[in-house]
């Protein structure tokens, strides 16, 4: 376990910091290692607790999260963290990896699954994949991180929302990043296809129904009737569009 103060540093850093959370030391240790020459920062435990702490502590770029670990487990780390507001990205790296334990790893709040073994190439490209979205999600959308729609707010930074009727909801980070998307699009429809790349950057479910799901929460916290939405507009058999003025008609 390398103490999250005295982290690992190797070329030019990149500007990412990643915990890697993994309880077999000599591949901690490569990840680590393999991180640093690629120009990031990196360190690592094998404790669930002990990475909870950090995670909750510090500022990370990314998570690297095994399943299996000792004390608490990584999905259970993970719902943890999300419980907690902490909106870091997270990617799971293990060896359950049945279909079963993708859907409950991503449904825990992370953001992507790696099952091992994996190559090295794969694993530093997941993790350019999320960097580059977390930046594109922090860059703000038209100048803007408040979105106004109607009588509704929505706060892109702080992932929480105002809706028309006084009610404050929390947004996962996935319907954050889709109200972005749409956002950007001004209107335009947006496929359900070029949705799961932007924000998941890749297929993570079997089926685009991943979107067409969250939409409908999207509608139940910020429209006033949510079989005639107004805001966020299927267009069938294409995607969804999103109209910050409405469609009254």
């Not at 279909?99 to 409950?104: A, E, Q, T």
């Not at 959308?141 to 109607?150: D, H, P, Q």
């Not at 009610?167 to 950007?184: D, I, N, P, Y």
Request: glycine share 10%; with cysteine.
């Amino acid at each position: 376990m390398s103490d999250p103060n005295t982290e690992r540093s190797g070329a030019p850093a990149r500007g990412g910091r990643i915990l890697v959370v993994e309880d077999e030391r000599h591949l901690a240790e490569g990840i680590c290692e393999n991180l640093v020459a690629e120009g990031y920062r990196a360190e690592s435990t094998g404790e669930g607790e002990v990475a909870l702490q950090w995670i909750l502590a510090n500022e990370y770029d990314l998570v690297l999260l095994d399943v299996m670990l000792l004390g608490m487990d990584g999905y259970t780390v993970c719902e943890e963290v999300r419980k907690a507001g902490k909106q870091t990205p997270i990617l799971f790296l293990t060896a359950k990896g049945s279909v079963d334990d993708r859907i409950r790893g991503l449904g825990a709040g992370g953001d992507d699954y790696l099952t091992k073994p994996f190559h090295l190439r794969e694993l530093l490209a997941r993790v350019q994949t999320i960097l580059r979205r977390w930046d594109w999600y922090g860059q703000e959308a038209g100048g803007a991180t408040l979105v106004r729609f109607g009588e509704n707010e929505i706060d892109l930074r702080a992932f929480r929302g105002t809706a028309w009727d006084g009610q404050e909801h929390e947004l996962t980070q996935k319907e954050a990043m889709v109200v972005k998307a749409l956002l950007e699009a001004k209107g335009d429809v947006v496929s359900r296809d070029d949705l799961l790349e932007t924000v998941w950057g890749y297929e993570v479910y079997p089926s685009t129904r991943t979107i067409d799901t969250l939409l409908q929460r999207l509608r139940k916290k910020f429209e006033r009737d949510p079989d005639a939405p107004v805001y966020f507009i299927t267009v069938r058999g294409v995607g969804y569009r999103f109209l910050t003025e409405g469609n009254e008609s």
